[in-house]
């Protein structure tokens, strides 16, 4: 929303108060002020003249040469009479007129950039100037014609002189007064500024309406969604186009002008926030005016021409039967008072905030109007609003009356409830002591009731602040913080008893495993989305199951949430690998699965911490990423086991038989596996890509295992060499598990150096080559026990299908 | 008996050992087991009685002579040797080792685990709740009812059943609160909570409509005077250290009002311009300020809903925008990045927190 100082100045005397500064103090106490702009700029080089000769152009009908008098060179203007020629129809000897000298610079206007004015020849005759419209000084979108002066205005004299066009707005951001209805025009903003720098607020003063007279009965079929509306006929108005004071306020905060009565309307509005729909009266007739429900299927044809389908949710004004308005959204179409109307009818109305909004939000439509209702505007304006109205209307059309009474079959009467302020909450919630006297002055100057007891106040709110604003002491604290200043508190450290807090080891779980997944097994994490694409699910076999579902995607390719990170974080491979060989990432998330809710109805969330290692050629990584994997879980002390193939039916992208689970005892906990061929195909990923998942709550289930001391061993150890011929199909973790079990208590660590596989060997058999390392607690074992042990594997070695070599 | 020529003959032998080798060899010649000069010494047996004592004499101070040269001569030799070394030019300091693979944690991640630090460093506790989140844990318990404009302004993204993509942490303020109040409320609560959030936004340079936010919540008793408690003044003192910290530099901030349904009253919290240093810049928009902190005294309805009574405890709380943080903090001028999964991006954060 846009603000004029000058504006403003109607209300309340700003002198002596530099713009930046407003800005600064409304930021501080009000509202968020987005931009500070100078209206009228670069105008000032404009001076006033007098067309004393207006003659045809010799070689153009349409062209007039003028000669203009800027007056004697004194003064504001350099002043000297000019040849100007003109291609305005209505230029004419007399005239006052706007000039712009050759070598000054019209300004830029929105995409019109700014016109430097030189000395040129039209159709061969000379131009010293130009004579301009209102739309080339921005003042309107008005350019048919030049604009002219009053007749008195000054020769020579600089245009901005003697029009009020400067000015200085501000625009707000919409989104900090959404709360404050009040804010919603000058005057409201005026009685801030007034509080905030103690001045005087211009009252808005009723008007005598005449006690008898025409007025159109008006039948409020829901109090509830319209809680009043005023109505009120108007004799002898004109309808013709606003004096130019009232059309260039209007322009400077971004207001078109259409007609005298429309615009005022509008002024209304943006003053005190109130919409306002003037009717031609011919339009009403006799009325009623009717303000009821729609009907579902009944249709409306806006001002702006589109036809409405509306529900028994939109609230009409209808004059009897005939639907008429969009109550508190758009009027209808063919309403609106046009030039000629003597006679017209002011909609003056309040209607409920919940009711606008749901038929603005439905349609789309969101108008001046609709953006005041939904703010929840005071009921009492809408009166105030109809009195401001007139008085403005007779300022400018003297002839015009009110016809009769005002219609208002609902009225309002504000009885405020008053709201207990105490001393000691103010004190608590923000934290520091503020003298009565300046709390009772503060809420005054807001037009609040102050009333001192023993505790602090007693205080009432004005109509304007109680719709939806001020309803609770808290926010009155907030009135006194604001105008006191939240800057002039002082900071003030926490303080209590020091106890360390409750630790969430989930949370703590998951940064340390990527903390030495990143750091010390060179993984790289991402960020992904957490809705799925389409493309990804297919590539990842997952595209049939279930999947929660976005109801107004940002895209539809992004509807579903993911259930499982992996298929994004694979989806993030290809793009990296075209920069590296070698790309390892993992990606901490959340899972969803829509099957399972929880007692807040809420789907089944699972919060993975999943790993992709991935390499163009070479050998694949499967191997590495299991041995990280390892490591990082026995360095965070949940050391688990890898020996049991894995199948996972919610992750088709898992190779069918190359994938052991991650297994906390005996119950899993993640895996790790070959990245299925078929996938890596369909997603272009290369074969050697490795994967691995693990679920931290799972993971968490089964404790932290904290290391164990053992003595350190007083009697040397024994490395055995023990090379075993087995199947293919014979697991590595079967065959470790042998040479672990027939040594007994001797065997101190199993490790796996190499797998043979070559001609030397029989097809369909590999030589796994383990260093087996025997110890004992109470002597040297030698040759003798070396010999023992590798008797009892060459003796059981076939109950694996086995066979010790050499 | 006259032992000069054996001397000088000995010491020339010394003087003109070529090499270390050399001088090794001489040395077994001079001390070996039969080597001349430990001879020399021990021909001392086979003189007279009387001449024994000054022989002796002579042969030691001879012997230890010939071990002196020998050491000097050796040290110049290792002398040389280390100078030659040293002298060396085969090798190249600059040329850099095997490659170590770099692994990252996201930008994010880096900010978020530093506040997480210090926050908990301050008794706050780290907590978390899920993203696919309740209307009512979301708004309705949040003081913003249906049909509140708020949420309109919130881009919610709607799932089925009343179900939503949360748009803010603070749903974790009163599930905290109700998990906590369950049993009796034992003041007081600090919690911070980092996570996810979705507001449907077209994204561009400086939009996302996934974006992190980092909730922090402090309830505490009023004492028996009603005057003292959680203040306005106690959250600026908080924020102030918080943005001191992650920022690493001295930092202004201003207070001043910001409508939010679940806090009363509610701020806007500004840090002047890192870029500007408060004059005025693009990035702050002219204002030398940037917005950087929402935050308020904790809502009356808001304790309620979370089993508190707002007598008897007040509260602030406040959501600062992770991605602003750590675009500030590094640099980063499109929000895009963090999502992206580029690790050209993501291999340019190499720290880890303090």
């Known amino acids: 929303m846009k603000l004029s100082l000058r504006w403003l100045q109607r209300h309340v005397d700003l002198s002596g108060i530099e713009p930046k500064q407003i800005l600064a103090d409304l930021t501080m106490s009000t509202a968020e002020i987005e931009g500070l702009e100078r209206f009228g700029e670069g105008l000032e080089c404009l001076a006033v003249g007098h067309v004393r000769k207006r003659e045809k152009h010799p070689d153009a009908d349409k062209l007039s040469v003028c000669t203009v008098d800027l007056g004697p060179a004194a003064g504001a203007g350099a002043g000297g009479v000019l040849q100007i020629v003109c291609g305005a129809p209505n230029v004419a000897a007399g005239q006052r007129v706007v000039v712009i000298r050759p070598g000054d610079t019209l300004p830029a206007k929105g995409a019109k950039g700014a016109l430097k004015i030189k000395v040129g020849k039209i159709r061969g005759v000379e131009s010293h100037g130009m004579i301009c419209s209102e739309a080339e000084l921005g003042l309107s979108q008005e350019h048919d014609g030049i604009l002219v002066l009053a007749p008195d205005t000054p020769i020579g004299a600089r245009f901005v002189d003697v029009a009020p066009v400067l000015d200085w707005v501000f625009e707000i951001d919409n989104k900090s007064i959404n709360h404050r209805p009040d804010l919603w025009g000058h005057y409201g903003f005026a009685r801030e500024l007034a509080a905030i720098y103690g001045r005087e607020l211009a009252p808005i003063e009723a008007m005598v309406l005449p006690a008898s007279g025409r007025r159109v009965e008006v039948r409020i079929e829901d109090r509830d969604a319209c809680p009043r509306y005023c109505g009120l006929l108007i004799d002898g108005v004109q309808a013709g186009p606003s004096p130019d004071e009232l059309r260039w306020q209007l322009a400077a905060v971004g207001q078109r002008a259409i007609n005298l009565l429309v615009d005022l309307t509008n002024y209304v509005m943006l003053d005190l926030g109130q919409p306002m729909h003037a009717f031609d009266a011919g339009h009403i007739g006799a009325g009623p005016v009717v303000v009821r429900r729609a009907r579902g299927g009944e249709k409306l044809t806006t001002l702006d021409g589109q036809a409405r389908k509306l529900t028994a949710e939109d609230l009409l004004i209808c004059c009897g039967e005939r639907p008429d308005a969009l109550a508190g959204v758009m009027g209808g179409q063919g309403t609106m008072v046009e030039a000629g109307t003597s006679s017209l009818f002011l909609e003056s109305a309040n209607f409920r905030a919940a009711v606008i909004r749901r038929t603005s939000m439905r349609l789309g439509l969101r108008t001046d109007a609709s953006a005041r209702f939904e703010k929840a505007q005071d009921p009492a304006n809408a009166e105030l609003a109809v009195h401001h109205f007139l008085r403005l209307l007779q300022r400018h059309c003297p002839g015009a009356v009110a016809a009769g009474p005002l219609s208002d079959p609902a009225g309002f009467r504000y009885v405020p409830e008053p709201i207990t302020l105490r001393r000691a909450r103010l004190a608590l919630k923000l934290g520091l002591e503020i003298e009565d006297d300046r709390v009772a002055g503060i809420l005054s100057s807001l037009q609040f009731g102050v009333q001192p007891t023993e505790q602090g106040f007693e205080v009432t709110v004005p109509s304007w602040r109680a719709t939806k604003d001020i309803a609770i002491e808290d926010d009155l604290v907030e009135e006194v913080g604001r105008m006191f200043r939240y800057d002039n508190i002082p900071e003030r450290p926490l303080h209590g008893t020091i106890a360390p807090p409750p630790r969430n080891d989930e949370l703590f779980l998951v940064r340390r495993l990527l903390e030495v997944g990143c750091l010390e097994h060179g993984f790289s994490e991402v960020y992904n989305y957490s809705f799925v694409q389409g493309s990804v699910l297919a590539g990842c076999a997952a595209a049939e199951h279930r999947y929660v579902q976005v109801q107004n995607p940002v895209a539809p390719e992004q509807a579903r949430i993911r259930r499982h990170v992996l298929p994004s974080l694979l989806a993030s491979l290809p793009g990296n690998l075209r920069h590296s060989a070698e790309v390892r990432l993992c990606e901490h998330g959340k899972g969803y699965h829509p099957e399972m809710s929880d007692e807040h109805g809420l789907p089944h969330e699972v919060r993975e911490l999943a790993f992709v290692w991935s390499r163009r050629q070479g050998p694949h990584p499967y191997g590495e990423i299991r041995e990280a994997l390892a490591a990082m879980l026995l360095r965070l002390g949940y050391p688990a086991e890898m020996a049991r193939i894995w199948h996972g039916k919610d992750q088709p992208w898992v190779h069918p038989s190359r994938a052991v689970a991650i297994d906390r005892d005996g119950s899993p906990v993640g895996y790790v596996a070959h990245l299925h061929p078929g996938v890596a195909r369909s997603m272009d990923l290369p074969a050697t890509t490795a994967i691995a998942c693990l679920d931290v709550r799972a993971l968490l289930a089964n404790g932290r295992q904290i290391a164990r001391y053992v003595p350190v061993p007083t009697f040397p150890l024994l490395p055995v060499d023990v090379a075993l011929l087995v199947d293919e199909a014979t697991p590595v973790a079967r065959v470790a598990e042998f040479l672990r079990t027939v040594g007994r208590k001797l065997v101190r660590d199993v490790q796996l150096f190499e797998v043979y596989r070559g001609e030397r060997l029989a097809a369909g058999k590999k030589s796994l080559n383990f260093t087996v390392t025997l110890g004992a607690e109470d002597r040297t074992l030698t040759d003798e026990d070396e010999g023992k042990y590798l008797g009892k594997v060459r003796e059981q070695a076939a109950s694996i299908g086995g066979e010790l070599r050499g | ?354």
């Open chain 2, 1 to 354: 008996m006259d032992t000069t020529a054996q001397r000088d003959k000995w010491l020339l032998a010394i003087a003109e050992a070529a090499d270390a080798a050399a001088l090794d060899a001489l040395d077994t010649r001079l001390f070996g087991a039969k080597g001349e000069v430990l001879e020399l010494v021990r021909s001392v047996t086979s003189l007279p009685k009387e001449q024994r004592p000054a022989f002796g004499k002579a042969a030691n101070a001879l012997k230890q002579e010939v071990e002196q040269a020998l050491a000097g001569r050796r040290e110049e030799f290792a002398h040389a040797a280390l100078a030659n070394e040293l002298a060396a030019t085969d090798f190249d300091a600059t040329e850099p080792g095997p490659r170590h693979v770099r692994g990252r944690l996201h930008p994010i991640t880096i900010v978020q685990n530093e506040l997480v630090d210090l926050f908990t460093s301050m008794g706050f506790q780290w907590q978390d709740g899920p993203e696919v989140e309740s209307e009512y844990f979301n708004f309705d318990a949040l003081n913003i009812p249906a049909d509140h404009p708020a949420r309109e302004s919130q881009d919610t993204f709607w799932l089925s059943d009343h179900n939503l993509l949360r748009t803010h942490t603070s749903p974790v303020q009163v599930r905290t609160m109700q998990r906590l109040s369950k049993h009796g409320f034992q003041p007081p609560l600090k919690v911070i909570v980092p996570g996810r959030c979705f507001r449907s936004e077209t994204v561009d340079k400086s939009h996302e409509h996934t974006f992190y936010q980092m909730e922090g919540l402090v309830v505490d008793r009023v004492s028996s005077d009603g005057a003292r408690g959680i203040g306005t003044a106690n959250l600026i003192h908080t924020m102030k250290t918080c943005l001191r910290v992650i920022l690493e530099r001295d930092v202004q901030v201003r207070l001043r009002p910001g409508f939010f349904p679940f806090v009363e009253p509610g701020f806007e919290l500004d840090v002047n311009c890192p870029f500007c240093g408060g004059k005025g810049c693009p990035v702050c928009k002219q204002s030398g300020w940037i917005e950087i902190l929402p935050c308020g005294m904790v809502h009356p309805n808001v304790l309620r809903q979370g089993g508190i009574d707002p007598e008897l405890h007040t509260g602030f709380a406040f959501g600062m925008g992770l991605q602003r943080v750590v675009m500030l903090r590094y640099g980063i001028d499109d929000i895009r990045q963090f999502m992206g999964g580029d690790q050209r991006f993501l291999q340019q954060f190499p720290e880890v927190p303090r």
